[in-house]
């Protein structure tokens, strides 16, 4: 049983998630940025996952969350 209140929305890398935080900032949902691997760097291990990050919302926001994710994933679709 899952007992968090945060859900993971995106996973990607810096630019990415930094499009995907600065659009749900926009709308008032204040995400949490995880970074594994400048955590494992920090701490001294090596990482295979450099460079990138989790995006989590609290559940209460995560409808809203993940339409507007749905839509930045999208339009970068779109501009590939």
């Not at 899952?2 to 995400?31: A, C, M, Q, W």
């Not at 559940?59 to 970068?76: G, P």
């Amino acid at each position: 049983m899952n007992t968090s209140e945060y859900t993971k929305v995106y996973y990607g890398n810096f630019i990415l998630v930094t499009r995907v935080k600065d659009e749900l900032e926009h709308l008032g949902i204040v995400p949490i940025v995880k970074d594994e691997g400048e955590s494992q760097r920090l701490a001294g291990y090596a990482s295979m996952n450099q460079g990138f990050q989790e995006v989590f919302v609290h559940n209460d926001e995560l409808k809203q969350a993940l339409e507007i994710v749905n839509r930045v994933k999208s339009e970068m679709e779109a501009t590939s």
